[in-house]
Structure formats: C-alpha cells, structure tokens
C-alpha cells in the first residue's frame, strides 16, 4: 500500500465533499441538473482513482476495487436523478433502478 496516497486521502476527500457542498449550495434545480455528472464524475474519478491506486501491488485487490468504482460510477452518472422541482439528488432504489418520483416533493423525474 502506498502511504503517501494513505496520508492523502482523507483531506482529498474532506476537500471534495466540501467543495461540492459549496458548488451546489442555494442553486437552482437546473444548475445541478447540468452541473451533477461533471461533478461527481470528478470526486469519483478522484476519491476512486486514489483507492485503486492504492491497491496497485496486489493485482486482486486492483481488480476488485476497479469494478466497484466503475459501479458507483456507473449508478451515480447513470440512475441517480435530480428533481426538477426541488433539485433533490434521487438515489436509486435497490441500488440499480432510478426512481419515478422525487421522495421529497413528489415531482416526476426524466
Ligand atoms: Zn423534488
């Protein structure tokens, strides 16, 4: 395991989740709308890459946690959907189907 990149990771981390908060902070409902897959595409590819490289002596290990970052990518660009209504970030059900409907104000979601 690489220490540096052990050492770097929580402020990395601490780093993208407050800049995101502030990125999206009292924004309309289309700004994050157009602005959600750029930005976790990002901190995933970011936060993710950092794990991956971590593993990297141990080929298993390398393998395991490149499908599963490439899983959350693949929720978080592809079945998480943002309300038009109240911009509420709609995580899917069951992991994998986006939702219908906002849980917060009950809008339809595209
Ligand atoms: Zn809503």
Redesign the pocket.
């Known amino acids: 395991m690489n220490e540096t990149l052990l050492v770097l990771y929580f402020p990395v981390w601490i780093a993208c989740v407050i800049g995101t908060w502030l990125f999206f902070r009292g924004r309309d409902p289309a700004f994050k709308k157009r602005w959600y897959r750029h930005a976790y595409a990002f901190n995933i590819t970011v936060i993710g890459g950092m794990i991956v490289l971590m593993t990297i002596p141990h080929w298993e290990a390398f393998v395991i946690f490149t499908a599963a970052v490439l899983f959350f990518m693949w929720i978080a660009l592809f079945r998480t959907r943002i ?1 038009p ?2 911009g ?1 970030v709609c995580q899917p059900e069951y992991l994998i189907t986006p939702q219908k409907f ?1 849980s ?2 009950g ?1 339809a979601l595209d």
């Open positions: 309300c209504s109240c509420k906002c917060k104000c809008a």
